[in-house]
């Protein structure tokens, strides 16, 4: 897990923009970007690991906590602006939990998707994390 600060460049009347570049600020190529929002306050989402993809999250509006957890140490991060961003390697179990009404998550992955990548089971997971 590494936190990332992102480029900011503000305009007082016209915002601000926040911009990162695959292989220069972050450490992958950049092959997915999605997102999320028009969550509630409360919403519970991930609860699974990647076996190989990486990902890059920040929030440009809202707040979102990250759960971090490698099998051994929990770790807690809140997105709370829009130049932090999260880099989660692989093999690392996280949940994301909604602070604020419509907070919007945005994710680079550094594949396409495959559900053949997630573990969701925990118990599983812990299993994986010992013999890997
Ligand atoms: C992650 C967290 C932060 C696709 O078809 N393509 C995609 O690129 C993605 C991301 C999802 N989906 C499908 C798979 C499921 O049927 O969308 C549905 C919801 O996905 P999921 O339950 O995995 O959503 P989250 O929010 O729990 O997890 C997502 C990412 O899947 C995951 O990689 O780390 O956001």
């Known amino acids: 897990m590494k936190i990332i600060k992102l480029k900011y460049l503000d305009h007082q009347d016209t915002g601000s923009l926040v911009f990162f570049e695959s292989l220069k600020d972050i450490p992958f190529e950049i092959k997915r970007i999605y997102s999320i929002q028009g969550a509630k306050k409360g919403t519970h989402r991930g609860k699974h690991a990647h ?4 990902q890059f999250l920040f ?3 809202g707040k ?3 759960l971090l957890d490698d099998g051994y140490k929990k770790t807690e991060i809140i997105l709370d602006h829009p130049q932090k961003g999260l ?3 692989t093999m690392i179990w996280r949940e994301l939990v909604w602070l604020e009404d419509h907070s919007v998550l945005c994710v680079a992955a ?3 998707y495959d559900a053949e990548d997630y573990i969701r089971d925990y118990e599983e997971f812990k299993q994986t994390r010992k013999i890997r």
Not at 51 to 54: A, Q, V, W
């Open 51 to 54: 076996k190989n993809l990486k």
């Open 59 to 61: 929030c440009p509006y």
């Open 64 to 66: 979102i906590q990250v």
């Open 87 to 89: 880099l989660i390697e």
């Open 110 to 112: 550094s594949d396409y």
